[in-house]
C-alpha cells in the first residue's frame, strides 16, 4: 500500500482556542505534530488547514499545507478534502489521520496503524492501549474499545466504542486512541454517511462506520499519547517534550 498522512487542524477549539500555533519549546504545537508524523518515514505527511495561519507556520517550518474549508463539519471532511487537492490522481491508496494535537506522539504508533491494514484487509485501522488507571474505567472522556483479538493478542478487529464502561467483567479495558487509517475508498464511503444513531448518542464518530458495517482493525500499543485539548494539557505537554527534548 502506499500510505499519505494527512493531519487536519483548525484554530476554532472551544476549550483552548488556537490549539495549533499554541507555543511547546520554541515550536507551534501543529509543527511539532508535523514532525513526528515525517519521523514515522511512512510516505508524505500533508497538514489539512482550515486557517492561512497553521498553513503558514508548516510552510515555514518546511512542510507541505493544504487550505480546507473552514465549515466542513469534520476532521474527516478536511483530510478528504484535502486529499483531493494534494492527490486527485489517487496515487495514494491509504490514509493516515492524524490528530493535530499529539505534540509527543510516538512515530512508532503511526507505523503501527499503517501496518495493521494489510493482513487484516479491513476498511479502516485504528488504536487502543490498555488501561492502566482504574479511575479512568468509568470515565466519559477515555473512550473504550471493545475488542475481539486474534491468536497474538496483538490485533484484532473493533466490535464497538464507548464512553461506558465495556465490557463487563473480569480483564483488562481498552482506551482507544483516536488515529486512523483509512483505505481510500473507505474514507470517500465514510465521508459520505450521514452521522448515525448511535455516533450521535455517543457522540463518536468512528460508530458511523460500523453501523454503517464497516470493518475496523485494531493494533494494540503500550502507551496513551497525550492529546492536548485544555491550557492544563498544554501545561503537561510542555513538561514532557522539555524532559525528553522531543
Known amino acids: 500500500m502506499k500510505p499519505v498522512i494527512v493531519i487536519p487542524a483548525r484554530m476554532a477549539s472551544t476549550r483552548l482556542p488556537g490549539k495549533p500555533l499554541a507555543d511547546i519549546a520554541g ?87 499503517a501496518d495493521v491494514m494489510a493482513p487484516t484487509g479491513a476498511d479502516i485501522g485504528t488504536l487502543v492501549a490498555e488501561i492502566d488507571d482504574p479511575a479512568d474505567y468509568d470515565n466519559p472522556a477515555a473512550t473504550k474499545a471493545v475488542v475481539t ?43 459520505e454517511l450521514a452521522p448515525s444513531p448511535l455516533e450521535k448518542r455517543e457522540k463518536l464518530e468512528q460508530l458511523r462506520a460500523l453501523e454503517a458495517g464497516m470493518s475496523i482493525a485494531v493494533a494494540r500499543v503500550d502507551s496513551v499519547p497525550l492529546s492536548v485539548d485544555t491550557p492544563a494539557d498544554l501545561e503537561r505537554a510542555r513538561k514532557i517534550i522539555a524532559a525528553s527534548k522531543i
Open 149 to 191: 483479538w486474534d491468536v497474538t493478542g496483538e490485533r484484532g478487529r473493533a466490535l464497538y466504542f464507548t464512553r461506558a464502561r465495556a465490557p463487563y467483567g473480569e480483564g483488562p479495558l481498552y482506551f482507544h486512541i483516536g488515529i486512523y487509517a483509512y483505505r481510500r475508498d473507505a474514507l470517500e464511503r465514510f465521508v
Open 27 to 113: 515550536q507551534p504545537m501543529i509543527v511539532r505534530v508535523w514532525r513526528q508524523a515525517v519521523a514515522a518515514n511512512l510516505g508524505p505527511v500533508i497538514v489539512a488547514a482550515a486557517e492561512a495561519e497553521i498553513a503558514d507556520a508548516i510552510r515555514k517550518a518546511g512542510g507541505f499545507a493544504v487550505m480546507t474549508d473552514p465549515d466542513l463539519p469534520s476532521g474527516s471532511d478536511r483530510v478528504f478534502q484535502a486529499l483531493k487537492s494534494y492527490d486527485p490522481d489517487s496515487k495514494h491508496d491509504l490514509v493516515v489521520n492524524l490528530q493535530g494535537d499529539l505534540p509527543a506522539l510516538n512515530p512508532a504508533h503511526i507505523s503501527a496503524v
